[in-house]
């Protein structure tokens, strides 16, 4: 077990050293932000122009038109091949797979290690967006906290699926462009 957290340590001091890691975090803040506070501002506009406002917090997170959570399966599938694409790629095109094969390390050892990696960055997308629902909480009135809860999960969910395919399509190629574009087309 301590192999596999060295692995995932490593994994990800390499994911967040390369910009990329970075930016997609930046970006999904942004874009979550945006749309959230976007939907906010309608609901309140109509609020004042006297329309009745109902289950406000379906409405703003789990909406199939527009709500925030809609709206992040909607682009999660662009950001995590970006994300895996160099999982095992860069490994094989390195040719530092060869050194992991040769070391006490097993192959359920190494795929779960950066499986974990992925999932711990997941869990950083996931703090985004319970940034944006405690900040609902403290606005809207009557907050369904278990809908809301139970929708980060199934995003949590729904990530690390998309990690495990990204992580699949990447040990196929030692290319990793082709590993990110294998895995948008199965995720799309």
Do not use: H
């Not at 959570?69 to 860069?90: A, C, D, H, K």
Request: contains cysteine; positive net charge.
């Amino acid at each position: 077990m301590k192999k596999i957290f060295k692995i995932a340590k490593m994994e990800l001091q390499t994911l967040f050293y390369s910009p990329i890691a970075w930016l997609i975090l930046v970006i999904f803040a942004f874009q979550t932000v945006t749309n959230f506070m976007g939907n906010i501002e309608s609901y309140v506009q109509s609020q004042e122009l006297g329309y009745p406002v109902s289950s406000i917090t379906t409405r703003l997170f789990a909406s199939p038109w527009g709500g925030l959570f809609t709206t992040v399966q909607g682009y999660l599938y662009l950001y995590i091949p970006l994300l895996t694409m160099g999982l095992m790629s860069r490994e094989l095109s390195s040719g530092s797979i060869k050194l992991l094969y040769s070391s006490p390390v097993t192959n359920w050892q190494i795929i779960l290690g950066k499986y974990l990696s992925m999932m711990i960055y997941g869990l950083a997308l996931i703090f985004v967006l319970l940034v944006i629902a405690l900040f609902g909480s403290f606005t809207i009135k009557d907050f369904d906290f278990p809908m809301v809860l139970s929708g980060l999960l199934g995003l949590y969910f729904l990530i690390c699926a998309y990690a495990a395919v990204g992580l699949f399509m990447s040990s196929l190629t030692s290319y990793q462009v082709v590993a990110a574009i294998m895995t948008l087309v199965v995720l799309g």
